[in-house]
């Protein structure tokens, strides 16, 4: 055999062997299915995109809180309208005179503050409201008010510039009440048939000049919402049916419609429209 064969040959097994102890080192080649190698202590594990949890609780202030925090209330009784007399003065009632287990949630003024959200809260927790409303701030912020009113929401009359009645001449309590329900009537397409005289003040030319203006009955209320908190006008610290809550549109008013919701729950009442008992 000549040299350079055997040197190639040489060549070969050399080469052959080198491969060989590569393999070796190497370990078994891995196959499809089999678990890929565990990364090195070194290099850390990918962290899991996080993601909202279903169970998360709204937050606090926010209107899903808000909507959250709604008693359940029991199916409000088919309404029995309250007899309304058919001729002399109407009534001045502090609760509507029904035994049905309902109350009634009224809120006032409109022109001092307008809470964003208060028209959606209405909305979505189904709060049967009655608005009382001086009719320069009904026309300022009509959209606000008519938000409230697509909800199911009653506008009815508190006068022009909100001043005190009582005392005033039958003409002046006349152009208060019956210029409200005018301007009113054009804002909201439907006239008032309730009448809350400010700061609760009035006298017998009040009543004549609301009937005259076209109003069935007057009304005061049984108690007062302010900030979040009920404010009783009897010793019972109780709301009773036919009862009347009156709050404002004030920065507070969430706080307040929902302290009145509880307040009317926890007495086992259901919230009811005021124009359903008195029409």
Known sequence: MSATPFRRILAAATLLALLALSACAAGPASHAGQTA???SPS???PTPSASPSPT???????LDWYVSQVPT???APPPRPVPLPVTGAIPFWHRVPTDQKVAFITIDDGGLARPP???DFIGRARIPVTMFLNSPAAEEYGDYFRQIQASGGIVENHTIRHNSLSGRSYGYQKEEICGAADKLETLFGKRATL???PFGEYDSTTIQAARDCGAKAVLHWSETVHEGKVRYQTPEKVVRPGDVLLMHFRPALMDDLLAALKAIHRAGLTPALLEDYIR
Do not use: D, N
Request: aromatic content about 10%; overall charge positive.
């Open 37 to 39: 190698a565990q990364p």
């Open 43 to 45: 290099t850390p594990a």
């Open 56 to 62: 998360a609780r709204p937050k606090p202030g926010s």
């Open 73 to 75: 209330f029991p199916e």
């Open 117 to 119: 959200a208060v028209p």
């Open 195 to 197: 009448f809350r005289p």
